[in-house]
């Protein structure tokens, strides 16, 4: 990216991965709603269209730029390349995860690498490349997307926990080494929300979840992307380093 380069976009750019459905696609029209160009990042253009058609429908502005977060290379050059064209980059949020569950006693190698490259390892591959432009406009919100089960651990989820709770020391460091550059960066863990990654369970285990979830339901998407969009707000500079529960109670 060229230095000192002039801001070509007057609106905060902020960059959401897996955009295009579930608390990715709320988030990603929340922040187009209070004002922030959004970045829309999922694997195919094709799957973000519907993303893309409801922020405009609403004055809101956006664009589509498809990554496969598990190709590191095509992730640090995502990054690059927003900040090349918007001259800017100003807030990060770290969504996109997939789930490859199974008891610990059956996990394959191939589970384990997969979980850990796209929840944990491309979140470190982004959050290097988005520190120069953030660095350089003197702003930055990071916000990565962690999950109770990172706090608490799961059954059949050895992987997945662990890139969450992996998230959790990453991002508590990126605090301490970016406050001091207007950089904050922050987790925020949802408990059971109603999304594409919960509809699979069963209803026997919902109708057990719900036994441990004081607001006897399950959130919703929207209910996340409120979170982030305070700690992705210039109001929130100093709240930083912190995973922030939401889960209805579930983990208190
Ligand atoms: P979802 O499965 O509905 O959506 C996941 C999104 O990530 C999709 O847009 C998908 O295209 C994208 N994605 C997956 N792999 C990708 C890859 N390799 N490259 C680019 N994009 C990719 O998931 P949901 O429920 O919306 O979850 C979003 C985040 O919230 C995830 O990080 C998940 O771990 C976390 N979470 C979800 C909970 C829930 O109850 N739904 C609970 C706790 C955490």
Request: hydrophobic share 45%; charged share 20%; glycine share 10%.
């Amino acid at each position: 990216m060229r230095r000192g380069r002039s801001r070509v976009i007057e609106k905060r750019v902020a960059i959401v991965t897996g955009a295009s459905r579930g608390i990715g696609r709320a988030i990603a029209e929340r922040l187009a709603k209070d004002g922030r160009h959004v970045v829309l990042v999922a694997r195919s253009a094709d799957g973000l269209a519907a993303t893309e058609t409801a922020i405009k429908a609403v004055g809101g502005s956006c664009e589509v730029r498809p990554c496969d977060m598990a190709d590191f290379t095509a992730v640090q050059a995502l990054i690059e390349g927003v900040a090349e064209t918007h001259g800017r980059l100003d807030i990060l949020v770290n969504n996109a995860g997939i789930t490859r569950d199974t008891l610990l006693l059956r996990m394959t190698d191939e589970q384990w690498d997969e979980v850990l490259n796209v929840n944990l390892r491309s979140i470190f591959v982004a959050c290097r490349a988005a520190i120069r432009p953030m660095m350089r406009g003197k702003f930055g919100r990071i916000v990565n997307i962690g999950s109770v089960s990172g706090l608490s651990g799961n059954s059949g989820q050895a992987n997945y926990a662990a890139a969450k709770a992996g998230l959790v020391g990453f991002t508590k460091t990126i605090a301490k080494e970016m406050g001091a550059k207007g950089i904050t960066a922050n987790v925020v863990a949802p408990g059971f929300i109603e999304t594409d990654m919960t509809h699979v369970l069963g209803d026997a285990v919902k109708t057990a979840f719900l036994q441990n979830i004081p607001v006897r339901r399950l959130g919703k998407p929207e209910e996340i992307a409120a979170a982030v969009a305070y700690v992705s707000s210039d109001e929130a500079g100093f709240l930083t380093s912190q995973t922030i529960v939401v889960d209805g109670g579930m983990t208190s």
